[in-house]
C-alpha cells in the first residue's frame, strides 16, 4: 500500500474579486478516509492519479479512479471517501470569484454529471502540480497561482470543447461588455440602468445572464469590484477614506464604510492591520 501524505496550502486572504484560489494540494488518502457529509463556499475540483474512491453529490454516489475529476460546487452537499482496500491518491484546487461560475460551465462538469473522466490527465495533473508549487503569501505567489489555474480550466475546457463543440454565448458576450464597461466607469456615479444601456439589454435581462455566467447579480458585481480597488488603494497609496471612497465611486463616506465592513468584515479603517496578521 503506498504511503498516505498530505500537502495543502490554504490562501487567508485575496482582494483579486475575479478568480481567486481559496485551497490547493495533493494528497494520498489512508483507506477509508473520508470528508462529509458537509458544504463548501467555493468551487473545489479533484483529479485522482492513483487508487480509488466514491464521491457521492445531492445523494448520487460515483465510484472513480485514475484519471477521472469530480467537482463540489458551492452550497452543494457532498462526501467522498478512499476506498478501503486501494485508497486513492488525488490532488485538489479549490476557487471561487465573479468570473468562477462562467468558467466552470464551459468545463465538461453538469449538474446531471459531477464527474468527468479525462483520458490524457498528465497536462491536468501538472497545472494542478505548479498552482500548488507557486503557493505563497505575497501578491505574485497569488498572481501565479491564478495563472496556473486558468490553465487547468483551459485544458479542461478544450476539452468540454471537443467532446461538445458549442457556439458562442451571446449571453457572455452581453456580460463581458458590461464587466468593461464596470472597470472603465466604476469611479463614476454609474447605475446598473447604465450599464445595460450601454451594454444594449433590458436590466431585467442583465441580471438574468449575470446570475447565470458570473453567479451574482450586476449590483453585487460593481460593489464588490469598487470595495476590490478601494482595498488596493488602502494598501498601496496615502488617501484618506474619503477620497478613496470618492475614487471608486461612493460618495458617501459613511455609506462606503458601511458597505467595505460588510463586504470584507472590517471597516477600512482597520483593514491594513486585519490583513497584516500572521
Excluded at 462562467?102 to 453538469?110: G, M, N, R, S
Excluded at 497536462?123 to 505548479?130: D, F
Excluded at 476539452?159 to 458576450?173: F, K, L, M
Aim: glycine share 6%; hydrophobic share 35%.
Amino acid at each position: 500500500m503506498a504511503e498516505t501524505y498530505k500537502q495543502s496550502f490554504k490562501q487567508h486572504y485575496t482582494d483579486n474579486v475575479e478568480l481567486s484560489i481559496f485551497n490547493c494540494g495533493l494528497q494520498s488518502c489512508a483507506p477509508s478516509h473520508a470528508w462529509g457529509p458537509g458544504v463548501r463556499d467555493h468551487y473545489l475540483i479533484h483529479l485522482v492519479v492513483s487508487g480509488h474512491g466514491q464521491y457521492t453529490m445531492n445523494g448520487r454516489s460515483f465510484t472513480l479512479g485514475p484519471g477521472d475529476l469530480f467537482l463540489v460546487k458551492p452550497n452543494q452537499l457532498a462526501s467522498y471517501c478512499a476506498d478501503a482496500n486501494d485508497p486513492w491518491e488525488y490532488y485538489w484546487v479549490g476557487f471561487n470569484g465573479a468570473f468562477a461560475n462562467k468558467l466552470v460551465q464551459q468545463t465538461p462538469f453538469t449538474d446531471q454529471s459531477p464527474v468527468y473522466h479525462c483520458g490524457e490527465s498528465e497536462s491536468l495533473k501538472q497545472a494542478l502540480r505548479s498552482i500548488y508549487d507557486c503557493r505563497g503569501p505575497e501578491s505574485h505567489h497569488e498572481a501565479a497561482m491564478v495563472g496556473h489555474l486558468y490553465l487547468f480550466l483551459s485544458c479542461l475546457m478544450k476539452q468540454a470543447h471537443e467532446c461538445d463543440p458549442r457556439v458562442s454565448n451571446t449571453s457572455s458576450q452581453y456580460v463581458h461588455g458590461a464587466i468593461k464597461y464596470i472597470q472603465f466607469n466604476y469611479s463614476h456615479d454609474i447605475s446598473i440602468d447604465d450599464i445595460a444601456k450601454a451594454v444594449g439589454v433590458s436590466r431585467s435581462h442583465l441580471y438574468r445572464v449575470f446570475m447565470s455566467n458570473v453567479g451574482q447579480s450586476p449590483i453585487d458585481y460593481l460593489t464588490n469590484y469598487r470595495i476590490g480597488e478601494a482595498c488596493n488603494l488602502l494598501r498601496d497609496s496615502k488617501l484618506s477614506i474619503a477620497e478613496i471612497a470618492v475614487s471608486v465611486g461612493f460618495f458617501d463616506q459613511f455609506y462606503f464604510s458601511r458597505v467595505f465592513k460588510k463586504t470584507k468584515g472590517v471597516p477600512p479603517s482597520r483593514y491594513l492591520s486585519s490583513i497584516e496578521k500572521p
